[in-house]
């Protein structure tokens, strides 16, 4: 009865490691849990050129307030 119960416990020990170690994906690391409130900490944006601005300010106009 003892080994019975050693046997499922590695076998769900073995399971619950498999599960997790795939939730540890490489693209998942070192990124940020706590945030600063009111400040963006990811990459500068290009500024936008003369043409993008118009299109926006174009697309902001028929918006209806």
């Known amino acids: 009865m003892a080994d019975r119960t050693a046997a499922w416990i590695w076998l769900l020990g073995a399971l619950g490691l498999a599960l997790l ?3 540890c994906r490489e693209d998942e690391q070192d990124r940020p849990l706590l945030y600063d ?3 963006y900490s990811g990459a500068p ?3 936008l ?4 601005v118009e299109r ?3 697309r902001a106009q028929n918006q209806q307030y």
């Open 56 to 58: 926006l300010r174009l």
């Open 45 to 47: 944006q290009p500024p």
């Open 21 to 23: 170690l795939p939730a």
């Open 37 to 39: 409130k009111g400040s």
């Open 49 to 52: 050129d003369a043409q993008q």
